[in-house]
């Protein structure tokens, strides 16, 4: 048995830094990963996808040129493509494990199991310490679909260890991973079919998000089956069959599942250390990380925090100003995200429901990308920006931007709403013409119900 100042249990967003921010302080810190050093975001989450994305809409965006009068012949070479994103991946990967090596801390590739109080132990190590911190994120929840399981169907954990294109796909799953994923092999010339069981795509987000992307998706020759249920799986000679409730079969060379996630704790049993977990398995933790054991603590996806590697990374400098003394919380931040589909849905904060939900007096204004000036310059004109304000403080609330590229603009709202802004902020800025940028004092002009131009051309 070993003894060590800090445990860090998974070498997720959150918990990289944190150990090497640590251990250079001078204490020890010993990390235990099971699987590859970075987490998911680097090895089967965001870096992957988002790389993988670049080839997608760079063939995407060559074929939409004919709009624009430019006819490109497109030859995708997918084992390049692949190569190049995985060639990333690995370079990240490494970035990981030099920054904890040259930081000091002790890295054990092993799962981790609590073993005692504040007692670690990963194949044949066993640490003890009076500081624990759990980073162990989420793996991809696989439906219980009949055959599914014997069948080697994909998940984002080996997706982008595919070889070749595979002609035909099916993706199970109207969220932003099937979205984002679905899209990209329909742009590298997969013929995609996307299963939901619901109505809309993205239903956390509002209608008129699901409706401007099922009509992106269609204009890439995507075929989405709304309120679809899959009855069986098989698979044989290199072919999927599924078998649909509504009578329907497809076949496929790959299918993909993405259905949602499911924490990883099960390895851990931290009830044996009293960490108590909620009825779906995720740690609880107060505002301050603290889970239901004093000096355990837990950070990222495994914690319920909005799954998103910018909230893991802040976890990671709000627990450790907590350690430090500092009075910080977890709750209070505004929280921004995207989905890298074409077009982009960047957000931040409230919807307008969400806001009346809260009781609060709120209002919303939208513009479609169709009367933004660079939007039609650039062939751009699918989507609309919104803006949720509070009547009563005039503050801004929230914001869902769907056009090209908005996962940037969103920062625009991010940063006011971290002000305290109100929109006549926003409206009094002058921003340069022409660019998306310039529609959002526009779009808060709005609230001044006078019919004004959104540009000087329009
Ligand atoms: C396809 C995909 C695309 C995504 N795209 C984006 C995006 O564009 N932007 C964004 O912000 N987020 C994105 N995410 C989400 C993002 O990847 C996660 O929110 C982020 O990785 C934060 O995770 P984390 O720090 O909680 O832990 P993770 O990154 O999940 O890391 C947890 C680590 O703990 C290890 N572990 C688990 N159990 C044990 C154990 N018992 N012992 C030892 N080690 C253990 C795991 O192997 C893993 O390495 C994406 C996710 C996916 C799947």
């Keep these: ?61 060559a074929r939409k040129a004919q709009n624009l009068g430019i006819h490109a012949q497109v030859r995708v070479d997918f084992p390049a493509v692949m190569e190049r994103v995985r060639g990333i991946r690995h370079s990240f990967n490494q970035g990981t494990s030099k920054r904890l090596t040259d930081a000091g801390v002790k890295v054990v590739c092993a799962e981790a199991t609590f073993t005692g109080d504040f007692t670690v132990t990963g194949g044949d190590v066993t640490v003890k310490s009076p500081l624990i911190i759990i980073n162990t994120g989420t793996s991809s929840q696989t439906p219980p679909i009949s055959g599914l399981a014997d069948t080697p169907y994909l998940t984002n954990r080996n997706f982008f260890d595919l070889q070749e294109l595979p002609p035909r796909s099916v993706v199970i799953g109207g969220g932003y991973i099937g979205l984002e994923l679905g899209q990209g092999l329909a742009r590298l010339g997969s013929q995609v079919q996307i299963i939901v069981r619901g109505d809309r795509l993205l239903d956390r987000e509002e209608a008129e998000v699901s409706e401007t992307l099922a009509e992106a998706l269609k204009q890439d020759g995507i075929q989405v089956h709304f309120q679809t249920n899959i009855e069986q799986v ?22 993909l599942v993405a259905t949602g996630r499911k924490p990883n704790t099960k390895a851990l049993q931290a009830s044996t250390s009293g960490i108590e977990l909620d009825a779906q398995g995720y740690v609880k933790i107060d505002d301050r990380f603290q889970t ?40 209070d931040r505004v929280l921004g995200y995207a989905t890298y589909t074409e077009p982009q849905v960047g957000r931040v904060g409230m919807t307008l429901q969400q ?104």
């Design 234 to 255: 098989r698979y044989e000679n290199g072919i999927f069959a599924l078998k649909l409730d509504n009578t329907q079969q497809l076949q496929s060379e790959a299918l």
């Design 1 to 61: 048995m070993e003894n060590a100042d800090v445990i860090v249990i998974g070498s997720g967003q959150g918990g990289v830094p944190l150990a090497a921010d640590l251990a250079k302080e001078g204490r020890r810190v010993v990390l235990f990963e099971r699987d590859a050093l970075g987490g998911s975001c680097i090895n089967y989450g965001c870096t992957p996808s988002k790389a993988f994305l670049a080839a997608a809409h760079a063939a995407g965006r």
């Design 355 to 458: 806001a009346q939900q809260q009781g609060i007096n709120a209002h919303a204004v939208t513009l479609p990308m169709a009367h933004i000036a660079r939007a039609i310059e650039w062939g751009h004109d699918l989507g609309f920006y919104r803006m949720v304000v509070d009547r009563d403080t005039d503050k801004i609330l929230g914001a869902t931007l769907v056009g090209y590229e908005t996962a940037e603009l969103v920062h625009v709202f991010i940063s006011l709403m971290e002000a305290g802004a109100t929109w006549q902020l926003l409206e009094k800025s002058v921003h340069i013409h022409p660019t998306y940028g310039e529609a959002l004092p526009s779009l808060a002009r709005l609230l001044m119900g006078e019919n004004m131009p959104t540009c000087p051309n329009m």
């Design 292 to 331: 239901t054991c004093e000096g355990v603590y837990a950070i990222g996806d495994v914690a319920r925090q909005p799954a998103f590697t910018h909230v893991s990374w802040e976890d990671y400098r709000r627990l450790k100003a907590i350690l430090c003394g500092e009075n910080r919380t977890r709750s």
